[in-house]
């Protein structure tokens, strides 16, 4: 076998379809890593198979119109050879299809269709192209206002899978080269996995060795989990457990741990530090890096997070490399467009200048400060004061675009300069001292006044900036748990937010209201109302960010409050889901069973979209499970109710309260709907009906005041409605006056 050199990054044709074939082992983007399985508690919400939004009910939506996905936003592609593609800002419509490239032209890929890949930088050759490639067409589950999703998958330049089988069976080429020595079958499936090798002479293959099984957990390991799977809302047994495989640096028992505990709480920043940090001592750096990923993910307003992991980036890549450079500055570009409107985001600002100014791009640290200066933050004013001395310390043609600095130059105007001085008259043969030998006043003077311009017209931002500043301070300065805790917040803090909340809607900017409510949440969120005030600020905006809030909501922090789930089961009846809406319902009833207002939603449901036979089997339901208790006399109400108003069926729904009264006879609720469905019909036709309704209940074991109201109800009805003077006279006398009190029955 003759070894060949590594060869670089090339397109080759092969048939009809484009192949990226990557020889060497490095990798310039991020690949593809699973997310963490969903909860439990999300089969049915939306997350699995049944959502119509496709996302996984574990991906959570982050509503920015430059990154809707956090993903995605984390995702940097390497930049195109002969082209200068400064951060994130002209990566985010790359989108490359799972599993294999988009197809060039109109053909369609392997893993896309014809009209959603992207074309990609380069001929066959490896030239570099003319035109940037297209944007993205949007995703069917984002907001249509938005700009196209980055996709999450890696760029053509990295491997998807970080250890590829030699002999992959999935993913086939559609139209594979011919093979020397062909299949027997004449038309193969292309989407079947090859058949098993045989052994020679029809023999059956031996059969592979069992895979190894994982050393199993300590007792103590098991004990600490037990505690935690038993109480998983004992936030105390959770950190009790983590504290433990921290401490005896268990991989596998703290992966599985961490993932569990994050399914239940992914607000904790905290622990997402831990997790990495362990991975990076016990697994890899790439292990590491893929933690923080998912927990950006979870938290994307998290400023530690993202310091943590653009430092952890740092360290992992080569600076020598020119797409190092550009992995940091996508990181950086990523966390601004997640974090960068947060208040007290000065840190990752700084962090973000001080790494360009180290790289001696003083243009990038202008135009990140022309960013920062109109951005309400903490340290506005120190952020002002940086930008001046930026300024005066460096000619203008360094931190200046030469579009700027020109357009500078015309403001100033030509204008007449002083003259030369003239100096004495020098003697024939001798030179003239030569040009540039010594100061050149005029152009310093140019410089300062392009400085003092520079200022100027910032000064303007600097001065609005502030004011929006002042409106915000004592709003921040009322917050003082910004992380996520179990324990209750003081009721001081929750009016602030409220407030806050308030005045930023009113305000009118979206992207400012939508960032507060994500950091608001961090801090309250296991507190309901604000949940609700998200998703209906959010409902008339974009339907799929009100989706994805409720999916967070009721998914990971509020998997038990029945209020969030029913609005979000109205929410998606609303948007026509009607399953979805069912699914919810079905749901959070098989894990909070029991909840009368959860069953009669359902029933509703059905009897809203003509499904009467459904409904009337969930009341009959309901009423077998809670037979000889209350709940379940309030059942056989709702259901003769309906029976009688939408089936208009007055017997059958007498029969049923009848049933219902003697099972339970003291029940006065089922006297009274049962007199009041009396009275409802015809009363020269029913009073028979009515009057057995009224002795039944004057003959039962009722309290004395109930057989009060019933004795009072049965001489009105007699006034009113009664077809015989006797009946009411002989009512008088064997019950008496129901004023001064009952008396003996006849």
Same mark, same amino acid.
């Given at each position: 076998m003759v070894l060949h050199p590594p060869k670089?990054?090339?397109?080759?044709?092969?048939?009809r379809y484009w192949f990226i074939l990557v020889y060497t082992g490095l990798y310039w983007c991020f690949p593809r890593w699973a997310a963490p399985a969903s909860p439990s508690c999300l089969s049915g919400y939306g997350g699995g198979s049944g959502s119509r939004s496709g996302r996984s009910g574990a991906s959570l939506w982050f509503p920015l119109r430059r990154y809707s996905s956090m993903a995605g936003a984390l995702r940097v592609l390497p930049p195109a050879r002969g082209r200068h593609l400064p951060g994130a800002a002209r990566c985010r419509h790359i989108r490359v299809p799972c599993g294999a490239m988009a197809a060039e032209?109109?053909?369609?890929?392997?893993? *896309?269709?014809? *009209?959603?890949?992207?074309?990609?930088?380069?001929?066959?050759?490896?030239?570099?192209?003319?035109? $940037?490639? $297209?944007?993205?067409?949007?995703?069917?589950?984002?907001? $249509?206002g938005s700009d196209p999703i980055p996709d999450p998958n890696p760029d053509p330049g990295s491997d998807p899978n970080p250890n590829p089988d030699p002999n992959p069976s999935s993913d086939p080429d559609p139209n594979p080269d011919p093979d020397p020595n062909p299949d027997p079958d004449p038309d193969p499936d292309p989407g079947a996995a090859p058949p098993p090798p045989s052994a020679p002479n029809g023999a059956p293959p031996p059969a592979e060795p069992p895979p190894e099984q994982p050393p199993p957990f300590p007792p103590e390991f098991q004990r600490l989990w037990g505690a935690a799977q038993g109480s998983p809302h004992d936030f105390g047994a959770w950190t009790e457990l983590l504290a433990y495989v921290e401490q005896e640096e268990l991989l596998e028992a703290a992966r599985r741990a961490f993932d569990a505990f994050f399914q239940r709480y992914p607000y904790c920043y905290g622990y997402w530090r831990k997790y990495a940090e362990l991975e990076r001592r016990l697994g890899s750096a790439r292990s590491a890096q893929q933690v923080l990923e998912r927990g950006l993910q979870s938290i994307p307003l998290s400023l530690e997070l993202w310091l943590h992991y653009i430092s952890l980036l740092q360290s992992s890549l080569?600076?020598?490399?020119?797409?190092?450079?550009?992995?940091?500055?996508?990181?950086?570009?990523?966390?601004?467009?997640?974090?960068?409107?947060?208040?007290?985001?000065?840190?990752?600002?700084?962090?973000?200048?001080?790494?360009?100014?180290?790289?001696?791009?003083?243009?990038?640290?202008?135009?990140?400060?022309?960013?920062?200066?109109?951005? $309400?933050?903490?340290?506005?004013?120190?952020?002002?004061?940086?930008?001046?001395?930026?300024v005066l310390q460096h000619p203008p043609g360094a931190i200046l675009t030469p579009e700027e600095l020109l357009w500078l130059r015309s403001k100033l105007g030509p204008g007449p300069g002083p003259e030369p001085p003239q100096g004495p008259e020098r003697p024939p043969g001798e030179e003239e001292p030569r040009a540039g030998a010594g100061p050149e006043p005029q152009e310093d003077l140019d410089q300062e006044k392009i400085r003092e311009l520079v200022i100027s017209m910032r000064q303007q931002i600097h001065a609005q900036n502030e004011a929006e500043v002042s409106k915000r301070w004592n709003f921040e300065d009322g917050i003082k748990r910004p992380y996520f805790h179990v324990r209750?917040?003081?009721?001081?803090?929750?009016?602030?937010?409220?407030?806050?909340?308030?005045?930023?809607?009113?305000?009118?900017?979206?992207?400012?209201?939508?960032?507060?409510?994500?950091?608001?949440?961090?801090?309250?969120?296991?507190?309901?109302?604000?949940?609700?005030?998200?998703?209906?600020?959010?409902?008339?905006?974009?339907?799929?960010?009100?989706?994805?809030?409720?999916?967070?909501?009721?998914?990971?922090?509020?998997?038990?409050?029945?209020?969030?789930h029913l609005l979000w089961a109205a929410f998606e009846e609303k948007q026509g889901n009607v399953d979805e809406a069912r699914r919810i319902l079905r749901s959070f009833e098989a894990a909070v069973p029991g909840l009368a207002m959860v069953r009669l939603r359902r029933v509703s449901l059905e009897r809203r979209h003509g499904r009467v036979a459904e409904a009337e089997a969930l009341l009959l339901e309901a009423m077998r499970a809670n037979e000889g208790r209350p709940l379940g006399s309030f059942y056989a109400v709702k259901l003769a109710r309906q029976v009688c108003k939408v089936q208009k069926n007055l017997g059958r729904a007498r029969k049923v309260l009848e049933e219902a009264l003697e099972k339970d006879p003291e029940n006065a609720r089922l006297h009274a709907n049962l007199l009041e469905m009396e009275f409802g019909a015809d009363v020269g036709q029913n009073e028979g009906n009515t009057m057995s309704c009224l002795e039944r209940a004057l003959r039962s074991r009722l309290p004395h005041e109930a057989k009060l109201l019933f004795s009072q109800r049965r001489l009105e009805f007699l006034e009113d409605f009664g077809s015989s003077i006797h009946s009411l006279l002989k009512d008088r006398t064997a019950w008496g006056d129901p004023k001064k009190g009952l008396g003996a029955p006849p």
């Open positions: 670089p990054l090339r397109l080759v044709r092969r048939s032209g109109p053909e369609e890929g392997a893993g *896309g269709s014809a *009209g959603t890949g992207e074309a990609m930088d380069g001929d066959g050759d490896g030239a570099p192209s003319a035109e $940037p490639p $297209p944007p993205a067409a949007p995703d069917p589950g984002s907001d $249509p080569d600076p020598a490399r020119p797409e190092s450079a550009q992995r940091v500055r996508g990181a950086f570009e990523a966390a601004l467009a997640a974090a960068g409107m947060d208040f007290r985001s000065d840190k990752l600002w700084e962090s973000y200048l001080e790494w360009e100014r180290e790289r001696g791009d003083l243009r990038a640290v202008t135009a990140i400060y022309d960013r920062l200066l109109s951005m $309400p933050t903490q340290l506005y004013s120190h952020h002002w004061e940086r930008f001046k001395a930026h209750p917040l003081e009721r001081a803090q929750l009016r602030n937010w409220r407030e806050y909340l308030d005045f930023e809607v009113a305000a009118g900017s979206q992207e400012r209201s939508i960032v507060l409510f994500e950091r608001c949440l961090i801090a309250c969120a296991l507190y309901e109302e604000f949940w609700v005030k998200y998703t209906r600020y959010l409902e008339s905006r974009t339907v799929p960010g009100a989706r994805s809030v409720f999916q967070r909501a009721c998914g990971f922090h509020l998997p038990r409050k029945p209020n969030i």
